[in-house]
């Protein structure tokens, strides 16, 4: 049997210790242990990475402590607009879906769109309505929505009126996953509300294959988290995997060079999650933290916000 692998993340720029009370830093860790746990559980069964990183990201859309289906960020109008995306390294199948008002799991319509066949993006009401069509649970603006996203849209109205910049976790936030199955297959998915007080109809890198959400066999998968202005315009999911196939280089420089060289310049919050074809991991991110968690082929779980790193049981 060959080794498996999992590696997740909630977004970066987690920032100030006191951006979130006692409280939530434990039940944020405590849900990226949740999705860890329904991503192995899959995987240690025979289940295939796609299985997996569909199964980690709706535990992460599900909790309110990542911005991504419950707790998803409020644009200008104050209204969710979610976008996800999954990638099957095996056959570079995918599927992608944005501007969704609706659909509970964003990350479920995703994947049946891959096996659908017929497109791999759809976008507004179509993903809305396909997701419905498909039996997937649809929910009023109102399920998405938490005091701390209508705290946060507040807060950066005042920045923008002040010409001030919000922290990290005001603005943006993301989750993913990647995983290596025991057929020695890699997968990725990635799901996003988006940044706070973003324009109407604004898509990120998450649903843009190539950008956030990259796989392919034999080579890497990737999940990105960040400014995805950037993730899109430098393609960074299929450039971190041309660095390893053409170039040779390793999971750790090929991340390292895109997060904390190439993007350096902008001065933008960015991580990833990325693992090659032997289950290492790699986890860079430019910001005072990053919410991520990671099984290895040893069957070893953590988790961590910030450089502390904390063991779970699996």
């Not at 860790?29 to 299985?51: E, M, P």
């Not at 960074?236 to 280089?249: D, F, P, W």
Request: hydrophobic share 40%; with cysteine; charged share 20%.
């Amino acid at each position: 049997m060959m080794k498996i692998a999992l590696a997740i993340h909630g977004g970066c720029g987690v920032m100030p210790e006191n951006s979130m009370t006692p409280e939530e830093w434990a039940g944020a860790r405590r849900d990226l242990g949740a999705a860890l746990r329904a991503g192995y559980a899959l995987l240690k069964t025979g289940g295939s990475a796609v299985d997996a990183v569909e199964a980690a990201v709706v535990v992460m859309e599900d909790s309110p402590h990542f911005n991504a289906g419950h707790g998803a960020a409020l644009n200008e109008n104050g209204a969710h607009e979610l976008d996800a995306s999954i990638m099957d390294g095996a056959t570079l199948e995918a599927g992608a879906i944005s501007a969704s008002h609706a659909i509970r799991n964003p990350v479920k319509a995703a994947r049946l769109l891959m096996e659908d066949g017929r497109a791999v993006y759809i976008t507004g009401p179509a993903a809305d309505r396909f997701a419905e069509e498909k039996g997937l649970p649809v929910e009023p603006q109102s399920y998405f929505t938490t005091q701390k996203r209508v705290d946060a849209l507040q807060a950066m109205k005042r920045h923008a009126a002040a010409g001030t910049e919000g922290t990290e976790n005001e603005k943006h936030g993301t989750v993913g996953a990647v995983a290596l199955d025991a057929a020695g297959h890699l997968a990725a998915a990635t799901s996003t509300g988006g940044y706070t007080n973003k324009p109407d109809g604004r898509v990120g890198d998450s649903p843009v294959i190539g950008a956030g959400t990259y796989a392919r066999d034999g080579v890497c998968a990737v999940s990105g988290t960040g400014k995805g202005e950037f993730f899109i315009r430098y393609v960074v999911g299929h450039e971190i995997a041309s660095r390893m196939a053409y170039l040779k280089q390793d999971i750790a420089v090929a991340t390292d060079g895109l997060i904390n060289h190439d993007l350096a310049p902008h001065q933008i919050g960015a991580g990833l999650v990325a693992l090659d074809a032997q289950g290492i991991v790699a986890a860079p991110y430019n910001t005072p933290g990053m919410f991520r968690g990671w099984v290895t082929p040893e069957g070893k779980a953590f988790v961590a916000t910030h450089e502390e790193v904390y063991e779970v049981e699996l």
